[in-house]
């Protein structure tokens, strides 16, 4: 069958139609596994607020398992295989790679992802995201993961064969986009991150039916977290890309230096997987040095590398601004910036949140010492739910409104809660990152049922400030998944009952890309002393906790 090609009226942007296909079928998944993430965060932020304590231990497990499954693996890998096929057959204007292997891959995720599901929700499977041995899943539960690992695998090297299509058909000059190169270096740590879930859940499914005797705990924990903490960093990569998309879409800003941009990616791509290692500290199955070694030095390139993005785009937004006459004071040009435009509020409150809040407190549990002030505490989903949550998923989330009228040929219904909706999301998950990781700090643990210990030998009673601020969890919590809910049901309205768009004009050859987005240098030098202030007071909010938090440790850890 012949390739055909779909000319989006609204953006110009050129979408090979089975990649088309693809990208909603992904992201409708993506949509479905958040979906069922996020009723079963309402059963967990329940439980975990003392005042409302709503399910028993056993439903508390299980519904703690589906969320951490479906929310870190499931919906954001899906929407990443749509962010990987639209950066690469669209940005570069060319055909998708192998499309018939393309939609195998994507039948082995769905697969994998429904049948690890019905092995939660059957029981006996309700060992969380970390899946731990000696806990063991029914096997259809590791199976399923292993199909689902298989298939994103087969959708990071179809994307590779569609760059390489494009560079031999030569569709677009020079560089290729900076977007793609984002997405590229997701694809390239992800292909790590599947190999690793390869190495360890392979032999524990013959573990679960009973083939391999025993698998060593110890072995499974430094192996499974090569998987399971490099799994986030393709949404660091992806959100990235995204952001710098972003920027582009809304102020058509070119990046402050595309060599500096570029560079930071590589050294994710080098050194970001290393922070994995902040889950190992407190385990005696590496050595010191290892530790030592990933958790400063190498690691403190990945932090680079994060702070760079951290400022080129904010930047190259200023640039932008003040190109347009936004030039009083330090900061006319965020003020005028268009706040109701959720492409942009989305944008910005994951790039914040996700500095100010994740980045921060990242470094943090990243430094050995300080790492046991709250090792399996409640601050660590704090923090992750400020890289994952307020990073990668309110950025996918801004990218939906850009593409539900470009991609699905429909008009966004309710605009005004469109508005709206970054803010209720965003803005609650701040609250929600910052009291989990404040209880943390006190020492409320991770995982537990009940904080409290209630009715056993080990009953604790906390300070009132724990309970306070666990109940501040529940509360804001409900309000972001308000947030995502109403997001979620706006997509599904809008994709359903929304206005349909003109389909654009259709070819059977590609228009090639002379000028692809993101490339060409640099923008036109302009200086940029709002994005520096902005630097300046990340940078002293940065020094401040990190000294705290070692105050902090020497009031608990004398020394003699």
Request: net charge positive; hydrophobic share 55%; glycine share 10%.
């Amino acid at each position: 069958m012949a390739t055909t090609y779909r000319i989006c009226p609204r953006s110009g942007l050129q979408f090979d139609t089975d990649a088309e296909k693809l990208m909603r079928w992904n992201a409708v998944a993506g949509v479905l596994a958040l979906l069922l993430g996020g009723i079963m965060a309402l059963g967990v932020i329940l439980t975990r607020w003392p005042a409302v304590h709503l399910l028993p231990a056993d439903q508390f497990y299980l519904a703690l398992t589906s969320h951490g499954i479906n929310m870190l693996l499931f919906w954001i890998i899906f929407f990443e295989m749509a962010v990987l096929y639209f950066a690469s057959s669209t940005l570069l204007h060319c055909r998708l790679a192998t499309p018939k292997i393309a939609w195998a891959g994507f039948w082995l995720m769905a697969i994998g992802a429904i049948m690890t599901n019905v092995a939660i929700f059957q029981g006996e499977s309700s060992v969380m995201f970390t899946s731990y041995v000696p806990m063991q899943a029914k096997p259809h539960f590791y199976l399923g993961l292993i199909l689902f690992a298989v298939g994103a695998l087969i959708g990071c090297f179809v994307f590779l064969g569609t760059l390489v299509v494009a560079k031999a058909e030569k569709t677009y000059e020079g560089s290729i986009p900076l977007v793609t190169f984002g997405a590229l270096t997701a694809a390239i740590i992800a292909i790590f991150t599947i190999a690793s879930g390869a190495v360890i859940l392979i032999p524990t499914f013959l573990w679960s039916l009973g083939y391999i005797r025993e698998i060593d705990t110890i072995m499974y924990r430094v192996v499974w977290w090569a998987m399971g903490h490099s799994s986030q960093q393709i949404n660091v990569s992806a959100h990235v890309a995204i952001w710098y998309a972003g920027a582009a879409i809304v102020f058509g800003a070119k990046p402050m230096s595309e060599k500096v941009s570029r560079s930071a990616f590589l050294l994710y791509i080098l050194f970001l997987q290393l922070a994995s290692a902040h889950h190992l500290l407190s385990d005696p199955g590496v050595g010191s040095e290892w530790k030592v070694v990933n958790t400063s030095y190498f690691m403190y390139f990945a932090v680079l590398a994060s702070m760079i993005h951290g400022m080129t785009i904010p930047g190259a937004i200023e640039q932008a601004q003040r190109a347009k006459g936004y030039n009083k004071g330090l900061f006319e040009w965020l003020r005028k910036a268009p706040w109701g435009n959720p492409a942009f509020s989305a944008v910005f409150l994951s790039l914040v949140g996700f500095g100010f809040l994740g980045g921060i407190s990242g470094v943090m549990m990243g430094t050995e010492q300080l790492n046991l002030l709250i090792h399996n505490t409640i601050y660590v989903p704090g923090h992750f739910h400020a890289t994952v949550v307020i990073g990668t998923t309110l950025a996918f989330m801004g990218l939906t409104y850009f593409l539900v009228p470009v991609l699905f040929k429909r008009e966004v219904l309710f605009p005004g809660f469109a508005k709206l909706q970054p803010y209720l999301f965003g803005l609650s998950m701040y609250v929600v990152a910052l009291v989990m990781m404040g209880a943390g700090t006190l020492g409320v643990s991770r995982r537990h049922w009940d904080m409290a210990f209630a009715g056993s030998g080990m009953a604790y009673e906390w300070p009132g400030a724990a309970y306070l601020m666990m109940g501040l969890t529940g509360i804001f919590g409900v309000i972001a998944i308000i947030g995502g809910a109403g997001w979620i049901l706006q997509v599904v309205l809008s994709l359903l009952f929304g206005k349909k768009l003109d389909d654009g004009e259709t070819r059977s050859t590609p228009i090639p890309l002379t000028l692809p987005p993101q490339t060409g240098g640099h923008a036109a030098h302009v200086a940029t002393p709002g994005t520096m202030v902005l630097a300046l007071v990340f940078l002293v909010s940065f020094i401040l906790y990190y000294f705290v938090n070692w105050k902090y440790l020497s009031s608990l850890w004398g020394m003699a």
